[in-house]
């Protein structure tokens, strides 16, 4: 089995990578940050004896994402599972002052990387009847949050791209999971605040938040489902979180 992951250098993307590779699954691991695809390569390699390709690239980019997935050898393109994961938010300024800067990266990545990643893959998994694409969505998906608009305007894209995705590809036999979590606690809020350490270390205070792990365990349970069954869509969240807003912090 092959598994793409995009946004495999760190959070949800990297524990994929790893509980993917521990299955024995060939993966394809990608990112903009080389150093990292290329340790984390080595990692899967010797600890789980699978065969890695890493592929250096930014999903904003069309030309780069057709580029380096065209570069895939043949044996390569038959993917099985692609985990449309790269992403992250950018500032969390009311909607009247925000930057414009921070609205067109999650867009750029959010929503048109994903599309982007799945223009090339789709076609590939459409021809051999056999897929299953797991993008990763989140509450911001469901439910809007002060500060949030954009943000949860582009995870609210996802929902609507992966509905759309499971309609299209009807035919040809491919699975689409949308996997929304809360919070779990990555470099995503590190990201979000641009390394304000005070910001990010206040978004877990008081609770335990989900780790990468936890989502990754999710998408295995649901990548390894018998062929008949699929999981559509699946909210994901710490005890301590009731809404993308509501946290019982102790
Ligand atoms: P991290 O910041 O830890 O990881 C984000 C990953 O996305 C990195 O590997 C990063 O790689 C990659 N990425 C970001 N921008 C680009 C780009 N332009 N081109 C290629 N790769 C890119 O955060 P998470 O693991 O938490 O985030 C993963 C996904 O989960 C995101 O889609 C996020 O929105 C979603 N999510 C996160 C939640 C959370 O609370 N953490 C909750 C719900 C959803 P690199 O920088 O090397 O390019
Ligand atoms: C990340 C979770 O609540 O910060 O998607 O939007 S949240």
Not at 148 to 160: F, L, T
Not at 173 to 194: D, H, L, Q, W, Y
Not at 219 to 225: F, K, N, P, Q, W
Request: aromatic residues 8%.
């Amino acid at each position: 089995m092959i598994a793409l992951i995009t946004g495999a250098t760190s959070g949800i993307g990297k524990a994929c990578a790893q509980k993917f590779a521990q299955r024995g699954c060939d993966v394809i691991i990608t990112g903009r940050r080389n150093d990292r695809l290329q340790s984390l390569q080595k990692e899967l390699e010797e600890k789980y004896n699978v065969k890695v390709k890493s592929l250096n690239f930014d999903v904003r980019s069309w030309e780069q994402t057709k580029e380096n997935l065209n570069s895939l050898p043949q044996e390569w393109q038959n993917i099985d599972i692609l985990v449309n994961n790269a992403g992250l938010a950018a500032g969390k300024d009311p909607i009247q002052s925000a930057l414009l800067d921070d609205w067109q990266q999650m867009i750029d990545t959010d929503v048109k990387g994903l599309l982007y990643v799945s223009r090339i893959v789709l076609p590939w998994m459409c021809s051999r009847k056999k897929g299953h694409v797991i993008n990763i969505c989140s509450i911001a998906g469901k439910e809007v949050y002060a500060g949030g608009s954009v943000y949860c305007a582009v995870k609210h894209a996802v929902d609507a791209i992966s509905k759309g995705m499971r309609i299209d590809c009807l035919p040809y036999n491919i699975k689409v999971t949308n996997i929304c979590p809360g919070a779990v606690e990555t470099e995503f809020s590190m990201v979000r605040f641009k390394g304000d350490k005070e910001k990010n270390d206040a978004t877990y205070q008081g609770f335990t938040p989900l780790t990468g792990e936890d989502i990754a365990d999710t998408i295995i349970y649901c990548a390894y489902l018998p062929a008949h069954v699929n999981i559509n869509d699946l909210v994901i969240m710490p005890t301590a979180q009731a809404n993308s807003g509501l946290f019982f912090r102790q």
